[in-house]
C-alpha cells in the first residue's frame, strides 16, 4: 500500500541555518504531497503541497519540490528561525481517491537554538 | 472563510466512563470530515472519516465510535474509556474532491 517515509528527529539547528527534513513515498500513479507543520499543542497547519511532478510548493520560507524520479519530496528553507520549531508532517493522498484520505508520515521534529 | 472548532480542549476522565468530543464546521457545506489519535510522541492515527451524514467508516478497530447527525457536525464517542484511549484527539476536514485537510485545535485526552 501507499506510504511516507520521514527523517527520524529531532533535528536540531541553530537560528539562520540551512533546513533539509527528508520525505520520501511509495504510491501508486500520480499522489498529490504535503507539508504540515505542529506547533507544541496545536491542531495541524496546511504549510505547502504539489499536485504533480516537478511542481514546487511553497509558503513562509518553506519550499519542497515533487520529484516524481526519486519519489521524494523535501522539505527546505534557506534561514530557520527559533519561531520553526515545531513537527513537521509530510502527507500524500491518491488524487482518485473520493474520500479524500492522506497517509501521514510519522513526523520530524525541529528544534531551533537561538 | 472557513473554520473548525473542537471541544472540549482538554478532557480528564476515569477509566470506564463514557466519552464524548465534538467536532464542527463553519462556512463550508458537505465537507468530508476526519478523526484521528495522536499518541504522545507519535504520527497521526486516522480513525474514522465521513462523506456524508450517516456514512461513516472507520479505519481501526477499537473502543471507540463516531457519528456524523448534521453535515458539519461529527462527534467521537466511547461507553466505556480504556486508559489507551489517552491521546491527542484531532477532527478535520476537506471538500469534497479536494484533498488538503485542515485541522481543528484538538482535544487532549487524559484516562486515569
Known amino acids: 500500500g501507499d506510504s511516507v517515509t520521514q527523517m527520524e528527529g529531532p533535528v536540531t539547528l541553530s537560528e539562520e541555518a540551512f533546513l533539509t527534513i527528508n520525505c520520501t513515498y511509495t504510491?501508486?500513479?500520480?499522489?498529490?504531497l504535503f507539508w504540515y507543520v505542529q506547533y507544541p499543542g496545536e491542531g495541524l497547519q496546511l504549510l505547502l503541497k504539489a499536485t504533480k511532478a516537478d511542481d514546487k510548493g511553497s509558503n513562509k520560507g518553506f519550499e519542497a519540490t515533487y520529484r516524481k524520479e526519486t519519489t521524494s519530496f523535501h522539505l527546505e528553507k534557506g534561514s530557520v528561525q527559533v519561531s520553526d520549531s515545531a513537527v513537521y508532517f509530510c502527507a500524500l493522498s491518491q488524487a482518485s481517491s473520493n474520500t479524500g484520505k492522506l497517509i501521514f508520515g510519522q513526523g520530524t521534529t525541529l528544534q531551533v537554538k537561538p | 472563510s472557513q473554520t473548525i472548532h473542537q471541544w472540549p480542549a482538554t478532557l480528564v476522565q476515569p477509566v470506564g466512563s463514557p466519552l464524548s468530543l465534538e467536532c464542527t464546521v463553519e462556512g463550508t457545506s458537505n465537507p468530508n470530515l476526519y478523526w484521528y489519535r495522536q499518541a504522545a510522541g507519535s504520527g497521526l492515527q486516522l480513525l474514522f472519516y465521513s462523506v456524508g451524514i450517516g456514512q461513516i467508516s472507520s479505519e481501526v478497530p477499537q473502543n471507540l465510535s463516531a457519528s456524523r447527525p448534521q453535515d458539519r457536525q461529527f462527534i467521537l464517542s466511547s461507553k466505556k474509556l480504556l486508559l489507551s484511549d489517552s491521546g491527542f484527539y484531532l477532527c478535520a476536514w476537506s471538500r469534497s474532491g479536494i484533498h488538503e485537510q485542515y485541522f481543528g485545535p484538538g482535544t487532549r485526552l487524559t484516562v486515569t
Open positions: 504510491a501508486t500513479g500520480y499522489p498529490s
